[in-house]
């Protein structure tokens, strides 16, 4: 069974940092692009970044390009997510996904398989 678990959310003030993680069990996903959304409180649920299976690609939202950092690990099968200078609007629950090919894509449909999420929160 694929499992995704994601780690590193919490409290912090704007301006401030932080880095996700997100192991993924059950599958090898070096084949596989890696993928981080959010959703805030009473949105649709968004994209913010993604990867390409080998990490020579990557993709951002217009929002968090130049402050976010998606990286990938294979041999461990782990995605992170660095944010920095970040803001109170970046507040939501973030999830890593799966993508169902190697190619990094920004739309939902592409991703097959969903951590639970980690809360964010930026105060200002």
């Known amino acids: 069974q694929v499992q995704l678990v994601e780690s590193g959310g919490g409290l912090v003030q704007a301006g401030g940092s932080l880095r996700l993680s997100c192991t993924a069990s059950g599958r090898t996903f070096g084949s596989y692009a890696m993928g981080w959304f959010r959703r805030a409180p009473g949105k649709e649920r968004e994209f913010v970044a993604a990867i390409k299976w080998s990490g020579s690609s990557t993709v951002y939202a217009d929002s968090v390009k130049g402050r976010f950092t998606i990286s990938r690990d294979n041999a461990k099968n782990t995605v992170y997510l660095q944010m920095n200078s970040l803001k109170p609007e970046d507040t939501a629950v973030y999830y890593c996904?799966?993508?169902?090919?190697?190619?990094?894509?920004?739309?939902?449909?592409?991703?097959?398989?969903w951590g639970q999420g980690t809360q964010v929160t930026v105060s200002s």
């Open positions: 996904a799966v993508g169902r090919t190697g190619w990094a894509s920004s739309t939902r449909v592409d991703y097959d398989y």
